[in-house]
């Protein structure tokens, strides 16, 4: 018996056979790329509209808490990120009223793992501001005259959204 050199013709349909399934499977994930990329931008589409109700509903706490107090006011002046973790302030006052217990109005441990606030009450403990970081960028504000926005810019020691 005598042998031939080079391919014979199964091991060239084999090599072809292989070089088309791998081009298959990279034309396949460079199709669901973009599908990943969006369900990251969903996602994080999600946390930020977490945040912004979660902002919304702590209006109707503040109120609340505006209601307990007497003289009625949001409390202590504070200001800037140190503003929502001071103690005796509006933001990490847990008062019973009515005998019902309330837990902190703001708590971070709510929030996605990351979120940067700023809490703003003025002086006289008659307005406050509170803008939280939003994982997509920006910032989501709320204030004392029932604004609901977003910013681009940092609130600073602000009490009104801008």
Do not use: H
């Not at 505006?66 to 202590?76: A, E, K, L, M």
């Amino acid at each position: 018996m005598k042998y031939q050199k080079g391919f014979s013709v199964l091991a060239t349909v084999l090599v072809i056979a292989i070089i088309i399934i791998v081009g298959i499977g990279v034309w396949a994930w460079n199709r669901t790329t973009p599908t990943l990329n969006t369900l990251e931008q969903q996602r994080e589409q999600g946390y930020d509209n977490n945040t912004k109700s979660k902002l919304i509903e702590f209006v109707t706490s503040a109120e609340l808490y505006f209601d307990s107090q007497n003289p009625n006011s949001y409390g202590i002046a504070v200001t800037g990120n140190a503003g929502c973790s001071t103690p005796g302030s509006m933001f990490t006052s847990n008062r019973s009223r009515g005998g019902s217990n309330y837990t902190p109005l703001l708590d971070p441990n709510s929030y996605q793992p990351g979120t940067q606030f700023v809490c703003n009450v003025s002086a006289g403990g008659q307005a406050y501001a509170m803008q939280a970081s939003l994982i997509g960028g920006g910032y989501w504000c709320i204030d004392s005259a029932r604004q609901f926005k977003a910013e681009s810019a940092p609130l600073g020691t602000s009490t009104v959204c801008q």
